[in-house]
């Protein structure tokens, strides 16, 4: 994380992160949670507000930076994650955040998606993911389900639907989580953890959109089901979920399975412990789903690896030694093939 920390300046509340703009979400739109999440997160990171920037796309999530007591890049659809590189190149101390949702990040982003992950710019991208358009008004969209009937696929959508946290592993992303929006004690902790992290940083926030898709995440999010629906990944600890505390999930060969402690012989040492560093791991645990296994959130990845901003400035710094200086610009563009025609 490149940043330049106030040191004598007060310290920083939500409030301070909070602009004068008025936020214009549907009421009970999850946005708004996210939102006070993120505001309320900020002051912990002990970053200058001078030296952040969010920048979004297109979609309600990317209404965001207007939000924000920042400095805010409001682009055009799906080309978020293209200003935030080019932010990162010529100014690393601006600590990068992109707002996307599941539209804008991996439909007509999702080239971009790809590339930015894999380059490993040191970035924090939240990818807001209600599982429809809602901008548009309740199209389905890249993560919605098969099935799903919506005012563009009238009989059902028929495609196969991203995974983002799949989509993000397999694109080689340094860190990869997973959070929904009312979730206030686990969210903000996930927020945090990936700023921190040097490197690509990838969330997906599972949100409600009231309007056009209410209740998408119910089964599994729900208060009265959430402690039997889902399990958190706990660097180090076992993935242990239930309402008593006495299921859990452990590894039969590559075929994870759902076992009860206690029973069968089954007991806390049997179960998976979680470790953020394999990817192939991750892989593996980001394809559980509901209703056969709990819903994974929590860190699925979390490794070090150089990032894109670093190894650029060590080959400029390598290629300025190597030439004895900054080069001349008139001379590149002469070069050194030249021809007369007659």
Same mark, same amino acid.
């Given at each position: 994380?490149?940043?330049?920390?106030?040191?004598?300046?007060?310290?920083?509340?939500?409030?301070?992160?909070?602009?004068?703009?008025?936020?214009?979400?549907?009421?009970?739109?999850?946005?708004?949670?996210?939102?006070?999440?993120?505001?309320?997160? %900020?002051?912990? @990171?002990?970053?200058?507000?001078?030296?952040?920037?969010?920048?979004?796309?297109?979609?309600?999530?990317?209404?965001?930076?207007?939000?924000?007591?920042?400095?805010?890049?409001?682009?055009?659809?799906?080309?978020? %994650?293209?200003?935030?590189?080019?932010?990162?190149?010529?100014?690393?101390?601006?600590?990068?955040?992109?707002?996307?949702?599941?539209?804008?990040?991996?439909?007509?982003?999702?080239?971009?998606?790809?590339?930015?992950?894999?380059?490993?710019?040191?970035?924090?991208?939240?990818?807001?993911?209600?599982?429809?358009?809602?901008?548009?008004?309740?199209?389905?969209?890249?993560?919605?389900?098969?099935?799903?009937?919506?005012?563009?696929?009238?009989?059902?959508?028929?495609?196969?639907?991203?995974?983002?946290?799949?989509?993000?592993?397999?694109?080689?992303?340094?860190?990869?989580?997973?959070?929904?929006?009312?979730?206030?004690?686990?969210?903000?902790?996930?927020?945090?953890?990936?700023?921190?992290?040097?490197?690509?940083?990838?969330?997906?926030?599972?949100?409600?959109?009231?309007?056009?898709?209410?209740?998408?995440?119910?089964?599994?999010?729900?208060?009265?089901?959430?402690?039997?629906?889902?399990?958190?990944?706990?660097?180090?600890?076992?993935?242990?979920?239930?309402?008593?505390?006495?299921?859990?999930?452990?590894?039969?060969? @590559?075929?994870?399975?759902?076992?009860?402690?206690?029973?069968?012989?089954?007991?806390?040492?049997?179960?998976?412990?979680?470790?953020?560093?394999?990817?192939? @791991?991750?892989? @593996?645990?980001?394809?559980?789903?509901?209703?056969?296994?709990?819903?994974?959130?929590?860190?699925?990845?979390?490794?070090?690896?150089?990032?894109?901003?670093?190894?650029?400035?060590?080959?400029?710094?390598?290629?300025?030694?190597?030439?004895?200086?900054?080069?001349?610009?008139?001379?590149?563009?002469?070069?050194?093939?030249?021809?007369?025609?007659?």
């Amino acid at each position: 994380m490149s940043t330049q920390k106030t040191e004598t300046a007060p310290k920083l509340t939500r409030k301070d992160f909070s602009s004068d703009q008025e936020v214009r979400w549907c009421p009970g739109c999850g946005d708004y949670a996210i939102l006070a999440q993120i505001q309320k997160t %900020m002051p912990s @990171l002990d970053i200058a507000r001078e030296n952040m920037v969010f920048v979004s796309g297109i979609g309600c999530s990317s209404r965001f930076p207007y939000y924000m007591e920042t400095y805010g890049f409001h682009s055009i659809h799906g080309r978020a %994650m293209t200003l935030a590189s080019g932010i990162r190149v010529v100014n690393p101390d601006l600590h990068t955040w992109v707002i996307t949702g599941d539209g804008d990040g991996l439909s007509i982003g999702g080239n971009h998606f790809l590339h930015t992950l894999r380059r490993n710019f040191d970035i924090n991208v939240v990818l807001f993911n209600n599982r429809i358009y809602g901008l548009t008004k309740g199209q389905y969209s890249p993560t919605s389900e098969q099935g799903k009937v919506t005012k563009s696929s009238p009989d059902g959508a028929i495609d196969h639907p991203i995974n983002p946290v799949r989509a993000a592993i397999a694109a080689e992303a340094t860190f990869v989580g997973r959070a929904f929006d009312t979730d206030t004690k686990h969210l903000p902790g996930m927020i945090e953890r990936m700023a921190r992290h040097s490197g690509i940083g990838f969330l997906e926030v599972l949100q409600n959109c009231n309007i056009f898709n209410d209740k998408a995440f119910d089964d599994f999010t729900d208060r009265k089901v959430r402690e039997e629906r889902m399990v958190y990944l706990d660097p180090g600890q076992p993935l242990i979920f239930g309402k008593e505390r006495n299921r859990g999930i452990r590894l039969d060969g @590559l075929k994870p399975e759902v076992v009860t402690i206690g029973e069968k012989g089954v007991s806390e040492s049997d179960l998976l412990v979680w470790d953020a560093t394999d990817p192939t @791991l991750a892989y @593996l645990i980001s394809n559980l789903d509901y209703p056969d296994f709990p819903v994974p959130m929590g860190t699925f990845l979390e490794i070090s690896r150089p990032t894109y901003e670093d190894t650029l400035a060590e080959q400029i710094a390598a290629a300025r030694k190597r030439t004895g200086g900054d080069g001349d610009i008139q001379k590149l563009i002469s070069g050194t093939n030249t021809w007369t025609i007659d």
